[in-house]
């Protein structure tokens, strides 16, 4: 199947931990974004990459860190820098950065604070 | 700066009725406009966009979209709603690549 996998699904992070969250695409997409979704609030952009060995923070990038060294993964790391990391995130990915061009999501990845 | 505005929070409608789900955008230059679905605990699904040309736009699952310029608007529309299109509905505007979503709209079809 083609898709978007996320993984885990559910994560638990303990005080001053850095855990990290794995995507990977098997659409041979250039873009992939990670999103944060918090209730209310809609999707926020954290990081993004049009392209491999190189990305751009969105509006929301401190206290997380991404790293593009292949073009199927897009790994993202909440730092123990994230104030309030408990949230629902979002990879994502499209088959090039123009801006009419489809995003498409994976199912998403919880992280709690405990 | 490019936004979207969902103006309702929740949507209520019965079964079989036709549904409207609102969307104002703010952009410069030519807008690219998204609709997205979400379901509990699930990723946002793909319904439609609006590039350029038809101002109505169909999509998945039986939706479709109107892009009014003047109105700068893009409300989702579907003639008969179904109890499963009960979820979680986002506006989006394409930006400089990515996406800039609105706050999204939660709809309820009740039976």
């Known amino acids: 199947d083609g898709g978007i996998t996320q993984s885990p699904k559910y994560l638990f992070r303990k005080e001053g931990q850095n855990v990290t969250l794995s995507c990977e695409q098997n659409?041979?997409?250039?873009?992939m974004y990670w999103y944060r979704q918090d209730p209310g609030q809609g999707l926020r952009l954290i990081y993004y990459s049009q392209i491999v060995n190189d990305f751009q923070k969105g509006d929301i990038a401190e206290g997380y860190s991404v790293s593009r060294e292949k073009k199927e993964s897009f790994p993202l790391t909440v730092t123990s820098a994230q104030k309030n990391p408990t949230a629902f995130y979002l990879c994502?990915?499209?088959?090039?950065?123009?801006?009419?061009?489809?995003?498409?999501f994976g199912e998403g990845s919880w992280l709690t604070v405990v | 700066a490019q936004s979207v505005a969902q103006p309702e929070d929740q949507v209520n409608v019965a079964e079989g009725n036709p549904l409207t789900v609102k969307c104002t955008y703010s952009?410069?230059?030519?807008?690219?406009l998204f609709w997205y679905v979400q379901y509990p605990n699930r990723g946002l699904q793909f319904l439609l966009k609006?590039?350029?040309?038809?101002?109505l736009v169909k999509g998945s699952y039986g939706f479709e979209a109107e892009f009014n310029k003047s109105q700068t608007s893009f409300h989702l529309k579907k003639p008969s709603a179904l109890v499963s299109d009960s979820a979680l509905y986002f506006c989006a505007v394409g930006s400089y690549g990515n996406l800039i979503f609105g706050k999204g709209t939660k709809l309820s079809v009740k039976p």
């Open positions: 952009v410069s230059g030519n807008p690219y």
């Open positions: 609006y590039i350029t040309g038809d101002n």
């Open positions: 994502a990915s499209s088959v090039s950065g123009a801006s009419g061009n489809t995003i498409y």
């Open positions: 659409l041979n997409h250039d873009a």
